[in-house]
């Protein structure tokens, strides 16, 4: 334990006797989240150009400019397809919108969006970004048409309502009528015999005045009779009135079927009828998120990659050529004490630098750490520095010069990065590949980190990669004993 | 009759199919100062390293008191001071810090280390620098320092690979005294290789030459010479200095192996000196020379070096 602490000591003394390794120790880190914090605390894309070009720009291409515009981008008019088009391809615009002459509600052209597929990271979060502000004025104009239609029906049912009621008070009046005629004729449904009373006056002798107004009377029978009989002809017409009764309520029923058809729409919204199916984007990490938050696991990944390897392979490389490695191999120390020591004290630089970044990231984002997940973001850490670190040593035992290290910590580190989510998501591997990729540290590392960090995962829940990784520290182990022990005799040759 | 404290057996060392030591048998006697000496390249780095169990041999064995090295090494190992032919210490480090960190490598208790830090400073001269960065010492400090570190745990061995090098004459007799107190006082043998013969006559109790991969003779300085040296060496100084004309008289002479000219001193190495310092002085005579000074010495290890190596060769 003694000779432990010793080597620690004279590990850490040796790193703050070089001022400039101490420097980069401390700073190193407190530079790059400084610069990481205050570059990506945002949710926004900054500084898309957007290329613009119609033969004619119609009202509605404008507006449609005018939305792109009115957020984070820069639409710019260009004279000509090719140009613009061209435009991307000398990254002077991140995308070509190629708007049809004239661009109308009518119009059967689409708008053409150019983009450069090259820059993978980018179109995709640019077209996205673009769509959905196009997305949203095709909705606006969706939602005031649709609102037209909409109204229309309305006055039309309202319209409906109103004539089918008059129609209705129409039919009423006319049985009404045709009632009223049918009693009136029922009424006048009597014989009228004035040859009796001709008779009787005959009979009775009847001369003068009185005979001549019976004769009057006779022929006011007569002519009420014949006029009776014209009456009782008209009533004939009744049937006409019914048969129009009928027409009516025919009319009433169809326009009880519109007005039933125009109620029978349910959806009378005008946002459900221009989006049925609404959908909800949510994440599953908190709301108020940036791309820092998102990004510092691998940040945080990133930068125990770096200094765990090259602070490792440097520390190596630099008892290496140290006079004294000769001494040390000498003495009755074991191998593995060397191992551990000098494991720890690298581990514990990059401890410092992991505290540094915390701090940092406090300072610079206002971010903290919930005591609940804090022991397991700290094995986590500890498990993935570790790795980098005895991969590190590794390469240190391993290569002969300062150089070749570097050289092949920048390898292993590109690798490790390359074959992650970093750069490209890793489903865009062939599936071997992928499947292979699943195993490298930095993904294990970092996936674990982010579930704890985005989600506050329980250890149980990565326990997958935790034992990946505990596997990787207990063979990378063995292997740096075993490496020190050839380096040795590497060192004599 | 002692056993020897170290005893090389057979010892056969082989890099990259390249035979450096081919069947080493050499015994080190207790208490001694210990001299090899070797061309560059002659293998007394391998032997040395061998020896510390910092390399294992192909073949052979290597006894420190009748215990085989290759079986007891981490024990043995604490028996074991070195120091290479650069400094093995941390430059960062102040002189106190690297004793401290190789006293505790080499199992000194803290409370011990305390108290023997003061004291092999003194030793070494190094007391008022102990708080000076290893960097920062002078050449001889260096030196001075790398042999504290050896010693600090009070091995009963002290092996020092060419300790004199790159040091101007000053330093090197500085160090060279050094090692004998550190042999007296410590009562240490000392095992040391070097280039620089006169140091190995004035330091060394006995010498080893190690040439073509082998030993090829030990035993004292005074032993080698009277036994291995063709020639003798005749000192001649002359009031006039001018030596031409008897050097070219000389010159067809067979019993004459050498002839140099050296500050107004003439220097002949003769197998048959005496002789050829009658004749000398004969023809000096004739030619009316008046003779200064006039010595006749055994050779020198140098010379003993250079005849069995040559001879060798």
Redesign the interface.
Known sequence: MNKLFEILRKNILLLTRSKTSALIVLLGPLLLILLISTAFNTTSLYDIKIGSYSDEYSPLSESIMEQLSADEFRVEKLSSKDICINSIKTNDVHVCAVFPSGLSIDSKENIEFYVDTSRMNLVYVVLNSVSSRVSTKSTELSTALTSTLLNTIESTDSKVSEGSSTITQVSANLQQIKNDISDSLSVLELSLNASDLEDDAVELNLTGDAGTLISSYQKLVNELDESLTKTLGAASSISSIEAEIKNVQVAIGLLSEIKERINSIEVKEVSKIVSPIRTEIKTVSSEDSTHFTYTFPILLVIVLLFSGLLVSSTAVMEEKSSKAFFRNFITPTSNALFVVGNFISNLLIVIMQILVIFLAMYIFSRASIPPGILVNLVIITILTASIFILIGMLIGYIFKSGETSNLAVITIASIMLFFSNTILPLETLHPTVMSVAGFNPFILGSESLKEILLFNAPLSAISNQFYILLGYFVVLFILVLSVRGVSKRRYIE | MNPPLIQFQNITKI??KKVILDNVNLDIPYGEIFGIIGKSGSGKTTLL?IL????KPERGKVFFQSQDLSRFT??I??Q?G?T?Q????????TVR??L???G????V??FILRKKIPEILKLVNLAESENK?AAFLSSGMKKRLDIA??ILHDPKVLILDEPTEDLDPILRKDILRLLKRINKEKNVTIILTTHLLDEIEYVCTRVAILDKRTVLVSGTASDLKDKYSKNQEIILQTYSGEYKWLMKLLEKNKLIEDMVERDGRLIIYSPKAEGMLRFILHELEKKNERVQDVDLNKPSLSEVFESLTQEDE
């Open positions: 890099f990259n390293s510390v169990g910092f390399l981490n024990n190992r604490q074991f070195f290479a650069e400094g093995s210490f941390y430059p960062n480090l810090e690297n401290e960190y190789f505790t490598m080499y199992n208790p803290s960065l570190c050896a």
